[in-house]
């Protein structure tokens, strides 16, 4: 329109007005798009990649208390690999992934 004549003052202020509006809802939809990243980020984990959830601060094997991670991924090893060379083949298949876990730490 304000191309074809001059705005009065009330078209003026409702330009004016409806420009501000839009400034702030593309400020508030800005917003809400970085929220909903952070939070998708946050739900997988990772900003929280410093913690640690499955550990195992110690473990107990026989009558000594381990609390080094090598010494506790070494007993865990021993115990699974005994566990599963002593058991059937149909059970052995299932422990493969623990082992593997254990040898990657």
Do not use: P
């Not at 009065?8 to 409702?14: F, P, T, V, Y």
């Not at 946050?42 to 381990?66: C, D, M, P, Q, R």
């Not at 083949?89 to 254990?102: A, D, N, P, T």
């Amino acid at each position: 329109m304000e191309e074809l004549r001059a705005l009065i003052d009330s078209e003026r202020l409702d330009k004016d007005s409806f420009i501000n509006e839009y400034q702030h809802r593309s400020l508030v939809e800005e917003i809400m798009w970085q929220q909903k990243s952070r939070v998708r980020w946050l739900k997988k984990g990772v900003a929280n990649f410093h913690i640690k959830v499955n550990f195992i601060a110690s473990l107990e094997v026989g009558e000594n208390t381990v609390e080094d991670v090598k010494s506790i991924s070494h007993a865990l090893y021993e115990y699974y690999y005994k566990a599963i060379m002593c058991s059937s083949s149909s059970q052995r298949f299932k422990g493969v992934g623990i082992i593997c876990f254990l040898l990657r730490m």
